[in-house]
């Protein structure tokens, strides 16, 4: 599997995610000449198309074990990576882009808002996430005391955690967990196939207009974001959530 967290996870992934304070060029000739640019570089990128509320994408075959996305909205350009080979690997679209977007779609440091840099782990699951997440993730904690009631059942544990990491808490690391379960599932146990998805986000805002260059920054935040999955997020989230997973099969 091309997926270096694989032994964890079914997919892995990396976004990269970034948001301007002004609306985005969504002109015809514009659109499809900064598509081409990326098809250049990426030639198996040749689905394209247009959702009812106006993003524009361009991707791979969702087929494949591993794709590439981009998704042109009203202010924010995104791109990801499912299952690279390697961090590396991920980082070079959404280089591309970055190095692309000032001269192609004309966006200019001044309006940019911010930059994200995303990992994700999707766990597969058929049964109640909310219930994996209060056993892997909450089982001491205070939090979690609405369970110990006669007869309780989790219907929704999706803790988030924000930190800054810089003085002026520009810089800023989220963990966001996705639950898709619902009350009716729990209600009659008829469960779907679904994912639980742990996110990893690091996000910098950028109302100080940092002095390098938007792909070095990418980069930097790329390494960071890497560290604290090795560090933090697979050996204290993403495994847990795993072994309560592989305790109920």
């Given at each position: 599997m091309s997926n270096p967290y694989g032994s964890f996870c079914e997919d892995f992934y990396i976004n990269m995610r970034l948001g301007s304070q002004l609306a985005l060029p969504h002109q015809r000739d514009t659109v499809l000449h900064f598509f081409e640019q990326v098809q250049k570089a990426f030639p198996s990128m040749t689905r394209f198309r247009k959702s009812e509320d106006g993003e524009l994408n361009l991707e791979e075959d969702r087929g494949r074990q591993s794709y590439r996305w981009i998704s042109l909205e009203s202010r924010r350009l995104?791109?990801?990576?499912?299952n690279p080979a390697t961090v590396a690997e991920a980082m070079q679209l959404h280089r591309?882009?970055?190095a692309l977007a000032?001269?192609?779609?004309?966006?200019?440091?001044?309006e940019i808002d911010?930059?994200?840099?995303?990992?994700?782990?999707?766990?597969?699951?058929?049964?109640?996430?909310?219930?994996?997440?209060a056993e892997?993730?909450?089982?001491?904690?205070?939090?979690?005391?609405?369970?110990?009631?006669?007869g309780a059942r989790a219907v929704d544990f999706q803790p988030t955690v924000t930190v800054a990491l810089s003085e002026d808490c520009r810089?800023?690391?989220?963990?966001?967990i996705v639950?898709?379960?619902n009350s009716y599932q729990v209600r009659t146990g008829d469960y779907a196939d679904d994912v639980i998805s742990v996110y990893l986000i690091l996000r910098r805002y950028w109302g100080d207009r940092p002095r390098m260059s938007l792909e070095s920054l990418l980069m930097e935040m790329a390494d960071r974001a890497d560290?604290?999955?090795s560090n933090h997020i697979v050996p204290k989230v993403v495994k847990p959530i795993s072994a309560a997973i592989a305790s109920r099969s």
């Open positions: 995104s791109s990801g990576h499912v591309l882009l970055l000032p001269h192609q779609l004309g966006i200019s440091p001044v911010y930059l994200d840099v995303l990992f994700g782990f999707d766990l597969e699951f058929s049964g109640n996430h909310d219930e994996i997440i892997s993730l909450l089982a001491e904690s205070p939090l979690a005391c609405l369970t110990e009631e006669p810089l800023q690391a989220r963990i966001d639950t898709r379960t560290a604290l999955c």
